[in-house]
C-alpha cells in the first residue's frame, strides 16, 4: 500500500510539473506524454489511494506522540496527493454528475480553482518526497535501514 501511495504520489507530482521537468530535462518529455493523456486515472487512482492512507493515518494516531515529525510529515503527503489527485481527477467525475450533481461540482470548480495556483509547488515537494520514499523503501528491501522506524 505504501509503495502503490509512494507511486501515485510522483506520478502526480511529474503530471504536475511537466512543463519544469521537461524544461530541466528534455529528454523526459516522451515520458511524460503519457502521464499527460492518462492525468485522470492517475488523479482518482491517487484520490482512492490518498482516502484510504488518510484513514491508516487516523488509525495509527496513537503514534503521534512517539513520531511526531513523522506522522505530521505522513499527513503532509497525504493531503498533497489528495490535492494533486483532486485537480487532476474532478474532470472525470463530471460526466457521471450531469443534473443532480450540479450543485456539488460548482464547489468542487471553486475548490479545484484555489488550488490551481499551488499546483506546480504542490508537485515540485510530491516529486521530490516521493523520490526520498522510493529511496526508503528500496533501502528496506536491502536491508539498509537501521535507522528506519517502520
Known amino acids: ?19 519544469a521537468v521537461a524544461e530541466k530535462l528534455p529528454a523526459s518529455q516522451k515520458y511524460i506524454d503519457p502521464l ?13 489511494l490518498g482516502i484510504i492512507a488518510l484513514f ?8 503521534l506522540k512517539l513520531y511526531p515529525i513523522n506522522a505530521l510529515f505522513g ?3 497525504i493531503l498533497i496527493e489528495l490535492a494533486l489527485s483532486f485537480i ?5 467525475i463530471r460526466p457521471t454528475l ?3 450533481g450540479a ?3 460548482l464547489k468542487a470548480e471553486t475548490f479545484r480553482s484555489k488550488l490551481l495556483p499551488y499546483q506546480k509547488i504542490l ?3 510530491a516529486i521530490v518526497c516521493g523520490a526520498l520514499r522510493l529511496l526508503f523503501f528500496i533501502a528496506i528491501i536491502i536491508g539498509l535501514t537501521p535507522f528506519m522506524m517502520y
Open 56 to 63: 491508516r493515518w487516523v488509525e495509527a494516531l496513537a503514534y
Open 75 to 77: 499527513l503532509a503527503l
Open 88 to 92: 487532476f481527477g474532478l474532470d472525470a
Open 123 to 125: 508537485s515540485i515537494i
Open 1 to 19: 500500500m505504501g509503495l502503490l501511495f509512494t507511486v501515485a504520489l510522483i506520478l502526480l507530482g511529474l503530471i504536475g510539473a511537466r512543463g
Open 103 to 105: 450543485q456539488f461540482m
Open 98 to 100: 450531469k443534473g443532480q
Open 36 to 48: 499527460k493523456s492518462n492525468q485522470q486515472i492517475i488523479g482518482i487512482i491517487g484520490f482512492v
